[in-house]
């Protein structure tokens, strides 16, 4: 048995997805799971798995937010901690950037960009503030993404050898390939917004602060997390007495675990 603890500090691997090693072992594609976890706000969880990586399923984190809300979910007796912004932290990579700033809330703001006729100016950009959105209706079901013309170089280096039309929407020069069509008109971007949630979670805690991003990936939303981890000046954890004073951004998570 190998022992991976889900922090942001044992990320190893960011390519087509977020690896985790830990006791000398490797599991991949973390994120969609993670992203489950932090929408439901399940903060103490053992994930068994049995093989190089979390399944892809359907290539959003809907299925895993079935499973576990039938699973059911157990409160515990001991107080919810969070990790609150108190100060703006920033990286970098090229023109790519992430940030968190103070907020009494849980907001995430992202653009893509990507030159493709179906990104078109309503599908490069929104706002998702958990305050007035739910992450099981409006996020949960948006799913990963690629193009036709990448397939081919991603399998000869042994990447994305499960993929399919079940499991990505697809695109090629022009079109969605994806015979159902699209879940969400911006679906792309709220998967960009999910991978981020999955990502963010592996900081230990939920986030009392405002993510925003301009192409970020896994790469740089992992930098972020790293970049807030090594400025303790930057959050600091916080407990509430009761429930009433929880921001509101959170109160889904009674919704999603009646």
Do not use: C
């Not at 309503?122 to 079901?141: C, K, M, Q, T």
């Not at 963010?200 to 896994?218: E, F, R």
């Amino acid at each position: 048995l190998i022992d991976t603890p889900a922090k942001a500090g044992n990320v190893s691997h960011t390519t087509l997805g977020t690896s985790l090693t830990g006791d000398g072992g490797t599991v991949s594609t973390v994120e969609h799971l993670m992203s489950a976890l932090a929408g439901l706000g399940i903060d103490n969880l053992h994930v068994d798995v049995a093989g190089p990586e979390i399944p892809i399923m359907d290539g959003s984190a809907g299925p895993f937010v079935y499973l576990l809300q039938g699973a059911g979910i157990a409160e515990q007796a001991a107080p919810k901690r969070y990790l609150r912004i108190v100060a703006p932290v920033e990286v970098r990579d090229g023109d790519k950037w992430a940030r968190f700033e103070p907020h009494d809330g849980f907001r995430l703001d992202f653009t893509i960009d990507f030159p493709h006729p179906v990104f078109g100016s309503e599908n490069r950009h929104v706002v998702i503030d958990f305050a007035e959105h739910s992450y099981v209706r409006e996020v949960a079901r948006a799913r990963t993404f690629g193009f036709m013309q990448d397939v081919e170089a991603m399998r000869a280096a042994g990447l994305g050898l499960g993929g399919s039309l079940q499991n990505a929407v697809v695109l090629d020069e022009v079109l969605v390939l994806n015979s159902e069509g699209l879940r969400y008109d911006n679906e792309f971007v709220r998967h960009k917004v999910l991978d981020a949630i999955g990502d963010l979670y592996l900081l230990g805690h939920p986030l009392i602060g405002q993510y925003t991003a301009y192409k970020s990936g896994h790469a740089l939303n992992n930098a972020l997390a790293r970049a807030l981890l090594a400025r303790p000046d930057a959050a600091r954890l916080v407990a509430f007495d009761a429930a009433d004073d929880v921001p509101s951004a959170f109160y889904d998570w009674r919704v999603a675990t009646a």
